[in-house]
């Protein structure tokens, strides 16, 4: 943001628990909002890292310097609504330029309600939160003609000091639909937009504890018919619907309180039924067939983290959305490990060893990111075709 032009926004504080505070300005909806503060490195997609339902109670803080050039567009939702408790970036351009954008961003903030700063030092934050680790937060928005007041900082440092432990929270049933629905809407083409699966081969029934869009778009191009079904619903009415295939999805907070999850995945997997997991739904298979989760001091949040594959040595540049993970000391005989991150050598993927059932740890639909990790649902695909002929 031009200097000169800080004055088109009114003040706003972030604080953090730790009694570090920075003053910018806000771009986003007026009030005070808590989370835990993460950064994330990718370049473009703050609309989908926003709509992430992985995000709940999270603030995010974007290292990249400019965000909001090419302004919001209705297609690039991953949720149907923001899920971030806040944002926080260093420059927000006050031109937005792009053929499919119908608002800017701080118009989309201020409709989402959602509160968010501009114009500080976010690699400064982002080394203390390297530092550090992930720790809680607070924003304030102010209103048009408010000034910053000691009383108002005090105040900012209270809620964050306030605000609750991510480890031991249960999110996935506060983010998960109420009600089962049907999924056909295929992938994005240039010029088209979005398809519809007119043809479909598989059924798949997806567990929603936090799920994007697009790995719903992703399946139904492969040809599955998906029907989503709330976090909280039991193995025996998924296994009553007679589906090719179970998917866990991404989801937020810690996994291990989603005992109803863990019970229900430990059932289908046993069943026999091919089943995939991404994200919370990779910890909620490890945590099924009896290894453990732990809270990451440095949580992975971007779209550039390089992945091994380790059956083919292969190396993919994967989006990444988590701050826990699964501990591979603690992984039973039946499981083995497939993928590990080449940043700090956590764990990304896992496989059964008797079972038609693999789970992976980033996010491979690429909202955002890359697609190299894209051909784990066509292994999805490939154990439901290879189920049929046995």
């Known amino acids: 943001m031009l200097l000169s032009l800080k004055g088109t926004f009114p003040p706003a504080i972030l604080a953090l628990a730790d009694g570090t505070v920075f003053i910018g300005n806000s771009i986003g909806a007026t009030?005070?909002?808590?989370?835990?503060v993460v950064f994330n490195t990718s370049i473009t997609g703050y609309q989908e890292i926003l709509t992430d339902p992985s995000y709940c109670q999270q603030i995010?803080?974007?290292?990249y310097p400019h965000i909001g050039n090419y302004?919001?567009?209705?297609?690039?939702i991953e949720a149907d609504k923001v899920h971030a408790a806040g944002l926080i970036i260093k420059d927000l351009p006050l031109i937005a330029s792009n053929f499919r954008s119908t608002e800017t961003l701080s118009q989309y903030l201020v409709r989402e309600r959602t509160v968010a700063i501009s114009n500080i030092d976010?690699?400064?934050?982002?080394?203390?939160?390297?530092?550090?680790?992930?720790?809680?937060?607070?924003?304030?928005?102010l209103a048009e003609g408010q000034e910053v007041t000691q009383a108002l900082i005090d105040q900012a440092l209270a809620a964050a000091k306030a605000a609750p432990n991510m480890a031991g929270l249960d999110l996935a049933k506060v983010v998960s639909t109420q009600a089962a629905y049907e999924w056909t809407e295929t992938e994005w083409v240039l010029g088209k937009g979005y398809g519809t699966?007119?043809?479909?081969?598989?059924?798949?029934?997806?567990?929603?504890?936090?799920?994007k869009k697009n790995i719903l778009r992703m399946l139904a191009q492969r040809g599955c018919k998906v029907t989503v079904v709330p976090?909280?619903?039991?193995?025996?009415?998924?296994?009553a619907m007679k589906p090719d295939g179970v998917f866990l999805s991404n989801g937020p907070g810690d996994p291990q309180p989603c005992d109803y999850a863990i019970e229900a995945t430990r059932t289908i997997v046993e069943s026999g039924l091919p089943t995939f997991g991404i994200c919370l739904g990779h910890q909620?298979?490890?945590?099924?067939?009896?290894?453990?989760?732990?809270?990451?001091?440095?949580?992975?949040?971007?779209?550039?983290?390089p992945v091994k594959d380790l059956d083919t040595g292969r190396v993919s540049i994967t989006s990444q959305n988590h701050g826990f993970a699964v501990e591979m000391d603690s992984l039973p005989a039946n499981l083995r490990a497939t993928h590990v991150s080449l940043f700090d050598g956590t764990l990304q993927g896992l496989v059964h060893k008797d079972k038609p059932a693999f789970c992976f740890q980033g996010h491979p639909e690429a909202s955002?990111?890359?697609?190299?990790?894209?051909y784990l649902f066509d292994r999805f695909t490939d154990a439901m075709r290879s189920a049929r002929t046995q």
Do not use: C
């Not at 302004?71 to 690039?76: I, R, T, Y």
């Not at 955002?368 to 894209?374: F, K, L, V």
């Open 71 to 76: 302004g919001v567009s209705p297609e690039d």
């Open 122 to 141: 976010t690699r400064k934050l982002t080394r203390l939160l390297r530092e550090k680790g992930a720790q809680n937060g607070a924003i304030v928005g």
């Open 197 to 211: 699966l007119e043809a479909p081969q598989f059924h798949v029934v997806a567990y929603d504890y936090g799920v």
């Open 60 to 63: 995010v803080t974007l290292t």
């Open 231 to 239: 976090a909280q619903t039991p193995a025996a009415d998924v296994l």
């Open 368 to 374: 955002p990111g890359p697609h190299d990790i894209a």
């Open 284 to 305: 909620i298979m490890a945590l099924a067939a009896g290894a453990k989760t732990f809270k990451m001091t440095h949580s992975h949040h971007g779209a550039n983290h």
């Open 31 to 36: 009030g005070t909002t808590v989370g835990e």
